[in-house]
């Protein structure tokens, strides 16, 4: 079993910067591939980013704005998000899966954190 408790978000204006983490407990190891993903209201859990051993991928709507970032010491996923927009407003989930191939699907990951809010508004 896995646990994740995300935090850091909150309210901000467009273009400004916010740093979510995931910290991770239970059985992790660095060949779990952990994740991000947004759900906005009336939408779909859309991929955000991902990072294994290394390797990183990213939805396009955030490339070049969003970077993800693991401390295997501490177990903690990070995702750092600038420049954003209104359209980032949504709940951020931290989602882990054993295994070293980075998957988008939000269905091949099954442990899930609580979601964090993240407001952009100005």
């Known amino acids: 079993q896995v646990q994740l408790v995300e935090s850091g978000g909150g309210l901000v204006h467009p273009g400004d910067s916010l740093r979510l983490s995931c910290a991770a407990s239970?059985?992790?190891?660095?060949?779990?591939?952990m994740g991000w993903f947004r759900q906005a209201p009336g939408k779909e859990r859309e991929f955000v980013a991902a990072?294994?051993?290394?390797?990183?991928v990213y939805g396009d709507s955030v490339k070049g704005r969003f970077t993800i970032s693991r401390d295997n010491g501490k177990n903690t996923v990070y995702l750092q998000m600038n420049s954003l927009k209104s359209e980032d407003t949504a709940v951020y989930y931290c989602a882990a899966r054993y295994g070293s191939i980075v998957v988008t699907s939000k269905y091949a990951y099954p442990y899930w954190g609580q979601g964090t809010q993240v407001t952009v508004s100005s």
């Open positions: 990072i294994v051993a290394g390797s990183t």
């Open positions: 239970g059985r992790t190891s660095i060949t779990y591939t």
